[in-house]
């Protein structure tokens, strides 16, 4: 969420970066800076009301104390009238702070000046492209049909358990999910993240402290009776375990890592590019999450973006990053890179992984502050990254890396599967 004084202070500003985000209802903008002033206005009204209220009632007691019970009780007479335009005063600023909330978080995040402008995902930017694009004999499967093939993914017995994008692991598939998993959340810790295990279903705060409420609640998942949701990702429940909590300037940066599920709707989504595993109602994903002081923020990320690039380096994964434009980045982000990965059977590049810096938008929701050097609170900077998302890395690896023997595991991977051949 936006913080009011920034939105007031630099209105010109905040249009200019809602323009490259391409958002439709700038005169949000307006409507907030009035609504604010109004608010301000009501304040002092009341601030006022109840300065004379105390002045009266001080007066009052002291008049008492001296035997001047009838100058006392005159101006007792007149107190009735400061307490109701107190209470009505009360109840309009309760009003206004409310349409003020209503609206602020109708507003995504500002994006980063270094975010191109643009609409769709054509026009986002490519920062690098590492590794050989691998090149495949003319018989080559797709991995739906290599899953198949090996007995290691079941797509039609999850339909008959649950419904479509809910795959069943099998043998050497689920092997293959199990040491993926241990090797991300190893390679975080090895980069300085400690592991957290956290609870699947969060309630509203937690999901509206980190942005997915009010804005994506129709691609999540609601367990109506007791109110709670299934995370979309790890980075609601990981991030708001420092919901209302100020942190010593010492202790940062704080850096967890977390393997959950992940629980997506995904309503609307649908053809070739759904198929297999390329998008699932139900994942798994390995995600890290740091809180750093605003003044490294950036740099934050950019070694957020090498580590998962890391992990794709020593799966052997050809893959690019991408800066993305206004219009395709997320609600809550000012600065989003894509890392995607090179399908060498569908011959398209597929996103496994999204770094993050969302600077102070999560933590102004979460009310997650830390001391400055000056023992002010401030609001601290939030990120995170999946490192990586499971589904369409396990594609990648099975296409890319099929032969005529079978399909060769990544070394970095055989002391994790302990197999060196899916066949």
Not at 141 to 153: D, F, G, R, S, V
Not at 295 to 324: F, I, T
Not at 413 to 419: G, H, N, Q
Request: some cysteine.
């Amino acid at each position: 969420m936006l913080q009011v004084s920034y939105i007031r202070d630099n209105r010109e500003q905040v249009l200019e970066r809602l323009a490259v985000k391409n958002f439709k209802q700038p005169e949000l903008v307006d409507e907030v800076i009035g609504l604010d002033e109004k608010r301000r206005q009501t304040q002092n009204q009341l601030d006022t009301v109840s300065s004379q209220s105390n002045a009266a009632a001080k007066q009052i007691g002291e008049l008492m104390r001296t035997g001047k019970k009838d100058e006392a009780e005159a101006i007792k007479a007149n107190t009735g009238k400061w307490k109701e335009e107190g209470k009505q005063l009360g109840e309009q600023l309760a009003a206004l702070e409310a349409e003020l909330q209503d609206k602020l978080v109708l507003l995504p995040n500002l994006p980063h000046s270094s975010v191109p402008k643009g609409i769709t995902p054509e026009e986002n930017e490519v920062v690098l492209e590492n590794g050989s694009i691998p090149e495949l004999p003319a018989n080559a499967l797709p991995h739906w049909e290599l899953a198949a093939k090996y007995n290691l993914i079941d797509f039609e017995l999850g339909v008959k358990i649950t419904g479509a994008g809910f795959p069943v692991y099998k043998n050497k598939g689920a092997k293959l999910q199990r040491a993926l998993i241990n090797f991300f959340i190893d390679e975080a810790e090895k980069a300085g993240y400690s592991e957290v295990s956290v609870p699947l279903m969060v309630n509203a705060a937690s999901g509206f402290g980190t942005g997915q409420l009010p804005d994506k609640e129709g691609q999540m998942y609601h367990v109506g009776v007791d109110d709670l949701y299934l995370i979309p990702t790890a980075e609601v429940p990981v991030t708001n375990l420092y919901r209302d909590v100020i942190l010593k300037g010492e202790e940062l940066p704080v850096k967890n890592c977390g393997h959950t599920p992940c629980f997506r709707r995904e309503a609307g989504s649908y053809g070739a590019h759904v198929r297999g595993l390329n998008r699932l109602h139900q994942f798994d994903k390995v995600e890290i999450v740091q809180v750093v002081h605003p003044d490294k923020s950036y740099d934050v990320l950019e070694d957020m973006s090498a580590h998962v690039q890391s992990l794709l380096q020593k799966l052997g994964l050809p893959y690019r990053v991408l800066r993305l434009c206004g219009g395709d980045m997320g609600f809550t982000s000012a600065l989003t890179y894509d890392m995607e990965t090179w399908s060498a059977a569908q011959q398209r590049w597929l996103e496994v992984s999204s770094v993050s810096n969302f600077e102070t938008f999560q933590s102004n929701r979460l009310k997650l502050r830390f001391r400055n050097a000056e023992g002010k609170t401030q609001l601290a900077h939030t990120l995170n990254g999946s490192a990586l998302a499971l589904p369409r890395i396990v594609a990648t690896l099975l296409e890319n890396n099929q032969t005529d023997k079978g399909i060769k595991v990544p070394e970095a991977l055989v002391p994790y599967t302990k197999f060196e051949w899916i066949d």
